[in-house]
């Protein structure tokens, strides 16, 4: 009898990509904080889910590309609706829309959960080896 990782490790995994993508767009928005005109992005991890659950087929998810000249995906597949830009709370002279304050706590509180998912991966992996060895 095989075992099946993506049964055995659900959405962890999956969630575990989101956290990282979501990390990358956080950086790149606090990087460009002193840039004019920029406009701040975030993903949206509740759209992201629940575009990916109406897509699960047996506990796995399926990327569909749309036309042939897009690019296969990997990991987690966003829509449009994922990326999404910031409204700021107040309106700067150089048109941009990132706030300091609010990215560094989002950032943070992304590694936190970047964090938390990945201890639960490494549970479910030191479960997996303790039933592979009997124990």
């Known amino acids: 009898m095989s075992i ?3 049964k055995a490790l659900g959405i962890h995994q999956q969630a575990l990509s989101f956290r990282a993508q ?3 767009v956080l950086a790149n928005n606090i990087a460009n904080a002193d840039t004019p005109n920029y406009k701040a992005r975030d993903l949206d991890f509740a759209s992201v889910l629940a575009q990916q659950s109406q897509k699960t087929v047996g506990g796995s998810f399926q990327a569909t ?3 042939q000249r897009h ?3 990997e990991g987690i597949q966003m829509g449009e609706a994922a990326l999404q830009y910031r409204i700021p ?3 700067s002279i150089d048109q941009n829309t990132v706030d300091p304050q ?3 706590s989002n950032y943070t509180e992304n590694a936190m959960q970047f964090q938390a ?3 639960l991966l490494n549970s ?3 479960g997996l080896i303790g039933a592979l060895r009997g124990e």
């Open 4 to 6: 099946s990782f993506e």
């Open 22 to 24: 979501r990390g990358e």
């Open 65 to 67: 590309r749309t036309s």
């Open 71 to 73: 690019i296969a995906a």
């Open 89 to 91: 709370f107040q309106a």
């Open 102 to 104: 609010i990215e560094q």
């Open 117 to 119: 998912s990945f201890t």
């Open 124 to 126: 479910k992996f030191k």
